[in-house]
């Protein structure tokens, strides 16, 4: 299999519960709820990307053909530590190319692997960490995971769709937009009044990381 890579990173995760963990990001190209075409959005089945995700012309992007040449080039990226290895495969929606293949070259290299997904695709078994960001509810199979982190506000989507699903723990992530000031308003007071949620900043963005 080939897999087409936008970008390849290492920095700390900005987001969730890993929030401050060193990580390689593997960022895939394409997505399955937008074209990435800034006219298209508003077709979008998601309308707030805030990535560029088109092509593989980022950071060490590329297409790798094979599971064993994209592992190997995750593992130069994050250096030689043993201790700790981490990757994130993120898009786009990685699990439009994420397979069992690849999963098992990045366990072979010393990587717990972590995914964020708008759950529209099931994963191949014994990923070791998923973070769910829906979009749309009817398109969202994946219904268990390790987070549940729901971009908020978001029109027809309440985080009470959410609470009986299972997952180990609900984030809400402030919408990056112009109004992102609003936002954290409203993630904030909603997180004070709904406790099971927690709130997720970006955190990356504020300190100027990737
Ligand atoms: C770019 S997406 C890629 C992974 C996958 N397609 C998904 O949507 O989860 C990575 C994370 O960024 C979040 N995200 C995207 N646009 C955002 C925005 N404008 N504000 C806050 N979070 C955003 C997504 O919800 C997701 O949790
Ligand atoms: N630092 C950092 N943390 C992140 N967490 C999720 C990200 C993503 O784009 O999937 C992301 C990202 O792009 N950078
Ligand atoms: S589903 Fe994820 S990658 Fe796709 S457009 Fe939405 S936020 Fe971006
Ligand atoms: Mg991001």
Redesign the pocket.
């Known amino acids: 299999m080939t897999y087409s890579v936008k970008e390849i990173f290492k920095t700390l995760q900005g987001?969730g519960f890993y929030t401050g963990r060193a990580a390689v990001f593997c960022r895939f190209t394409g997505?399955n709820?937008w074209n990435g075409n800034d006219l298209d959005r508003i077709n979008a089945v998601?309308k707030?990307?805030?990535?560029d995700?088109v092509g593989i012309n980022g950071c060490n992007g590329g297409k790798f053909r094979s599971a064993s040449l994209l592992a190997r080039e995750i593992s130069r990226i994050w250096g030689e530590e043993y201790f700790g290895r981490y990757v994130v495969l993120?898009?786009?929606?990685?699990l439009l190319q994420l397979d069992s293949a690849l999963l098992s070259e990045l366990h072979n290299n010393g990587f717990e692997v972590g995914i964020?997904?708008?759950g529209s695709i099931i994963p191949p078994k014994n990923v070791d960490w998923i973070?769910?960001?829906p979009?749309d509810l009817n398109r969202m199979i994946l219904r268990e995971g390790n987070e549940l982190?729901l971009?908020f506000p978001q029109n027809d989507i309440c985080p009470d769709n959410f609470v009986d699903m299972n997952f180990q723990h609900f984030y809400l992530?402030?919408?990056?937009?112009d109004y992102l000031a609003l936002n954290i308003d409203l993630a904030v007071n909603y997180c004070k009044n709904n406790p099971k949620w927690r709130l997720s900043l970006?955190t990356h963005k504020y300190i100027g990381i990737p």
Request: hydrophobic share 20%; glycine share 6%; with cysteine.
């Open positions: 987001e997505c709820f998601c707030f990307c805030d990535t995700f993120t898009g786009g929606e990685p964020e997904t708008n973070c769910v960001s979009k982190k971009v992530q402030p919408m990056y937009s970006q």
